[in-house]
């Protein structure tokens, strides 16, 4: 099942049985802090290789879930292609302020992708019956900063410097 997808069927499922969405300070809360670009080496003037790495952190209470309902994804969107998971980070429990990250190393030419880099997308995805398994401790409060996206503009941007 495709991430939004999982995070549709969830936040439907999450509407009908708590009415979640609201910030709930007495409950979990995994949010997407920020998307990472980082220049690893130079192999010319605009190649080299970029790692990309998105960061969660829990700003509610603990989250207290089973194996195999949440998993962190990174995507790759490439304009006028199908995007496509690149890296992906099972995890089953996390602590209030607890962070998690998952990174993605690739080669990069910033002459040959300056005018239509890929895109990057963080998603926090869900189990779709996470809402109605009965654990309160694993039912995200507000899923509505369950994903990030950046340009690739600014990965060209780490050449120009």
Not at 36 to 64: A, K, M, Q, W
Not at 66 to 83: C, F, I, T, Y
Not at 98 to 120: H, I, K
Request: hydrophobic share 35%.
């Amino acid at each position: 099942m495709k991430a939004w997808t999982t995070a549709a069927v969830g936040l439907l499922a999450c509407v009908l049985a708590t009415g979640c969405g609201d910030d709930d300070p007495t409950a979990p809360d995994l949010a997407v802090e920020r998307i990472e670009f980082s220049l690893l080496n130079r192999t010319g003037p605009t190649t080299g290789r970029v790692r990309i790495t998105g960061h969660i952190r829990n700003i509610g209470t603990d989250y207290l879930s089973s194996p195999g309902q949440q998993q962190l994804q990174l995507w790759e969107l490439v304009p006028g292609a199908r995007e496509r998971l690149v890296a992906r980070r099972d995890f089953q429990n996390l602590p209030a302020q607890g962070r998690l990250s998952v990174s993605y190393d690739r080669t990069w030419n910033a002459a040959t992708m300056r005018e239509f880099p890929p895109d990057y997308r963080v998603v926090i995805s869900l189990d779709p019956d996470i809402f109605i398994d009965g654990n309160p401790d694993n039912d995200d409060s507000n899923l509505r900063n369950n994903t990030h996206t950046e340009s690739g503009r600014r990965i060209n941007d780490l050449f120009d410097e």
